[in-house]
């Protein structure tokens, strides 16, 4: 059996380190190396995704239908509340419009009770008599010291009853020159008033036509749309309104189905009466046109026979 070898390196055989002789080597290849455009790129597919993403958007700001049904769900609950709320706010307006037209009709059945014609009647008479009374009771130091005691109970008994037989009692007391006075101030109290009381009435009926006004601008648009141009509907609208028939959206809506009326009354008047003469003016044409010897005659119920000359001359009328 061969015995195993050992195989050494002598010692006086050393490697050389050349590593510190040996140069860097760039291993980069310059020759095809292209501009870094990662970053330029990164951007370009960010707008990219931006811009499908708006593209994709519903009604503008929903990524999915489901979204946009949703919103549209959420929306259209929000405009039922407002049309629930405005109909509740309407209710409430047209019971506070009935109340005050109920609480304004038991006034002046009152009134009319105690024989005025109008509420507002009732209240000059009422601050006329209460300014009487303040007339006579401010100046009862002018009655005799005797008699004060009657002229006192007699005003109290006026105020509280408004009987004037009262006020008569304690008139006997007071000088003739001071009831004269009197009798003049409750003269200029009442033109007074009844000159305020007109006011407030005109200045009333001037913004309830004002808002009648709007109203019916806005409810008859298309009725009105013309009146500048229809002078017979303009008039017919004029009258009615001067006589104080439209106060209300119901007299104007009464008011357009009337003057509808008779309007398509007068243009189906019109159309028979254009028929029939246009039905003239055939028969006319259609006259039966006789031929004779040497000219066309046409036969009619004016006159014998017209030449063909003749009728070349005529005029339409004719």
Do not use: W
Request: include cysteine.
């Amino acid at each position: 059996m061969l015995e195993e070898t050992e195989i050494s390196t002598p010692v006086d055989e050393v490697v050389e380190d050349t590593s510190a002789t040996v140069e860097p080597v760039d291993n980069t290849d310059t020759s095809t190396v292209e501009p870094d455009t990662s970053d330029v790129t990164a951007e370009t597919e960010t707008n990219n995704a931006e811009l499908v993403q708006q593209e994709t958007l519903y009604a503008g700001k929903y990524k999915t239908v489901d979204e946009l049904v949703k919103g549209y769900d959420e929306a259209q609950k929000y405009i039922n509340k407002a049309s629930e709320f405005e109909k509740k706010y309407n209710e409430l307006l047209e019971k506070q419009a009935q109340e005050a037209q109920q609480i304004e009709q038991k006034r002046l059945e009152q009134a009319q009770s105690m024989g005025f014609q109008t509420v507002e009647q009732q209240e000059i008479a009422q601050k006329i008599q209460l300014a009487e009374f303040e007339y006579y009771a401010n100046n009862i130091q002018n009655i005799h010291p005797e008699h004060m005691e009657i002229v006192r109970d007699a005003l109290i008994q006026y105020y509280n009853t408004g009987n004037k037989a009262f006020l008569e009692e304690a008139k006997r007391y007071y000088p003739a020159d001071f009831i004269e006075n009197v009798a003049i101030a409750k003269s200029n109290l009442e033109n007074k008033l009844n000159t305020e009381i007109q006011a407030k009435l005109n200045e009333q009926i001037a913004t309830k036509s004002a808002k009648l006004g709007e109203m019916l601008k806005t409810e008859f648009s298309d009725f009105l749309g013309d009146l500048t141009v229809n002078e017979g509907k303009a008039k017919a609208l004029k009258s009615f309104c001067n006589v104080g028939s439209i106060n209300s959206k119901e007299d104007m809506q009464l008011f357009t189905d009337i003057y509808s009326q008779i309007a398509k009354y007068e243009r189906e008047q019109a159309i028979k009466e254009y028929e029939a003469a246009k039905n003239i003016d055939e028969i006319k044409n259609k006259a039966v046109i006789q031929s004779g010897s040497g000219s066309t005659k046409i036969s009619s119920g004016l006159k014998d026979s017209y030449t063909a000359a003749e009728i070349g001359a005529m005029s339409q009328e004719e």
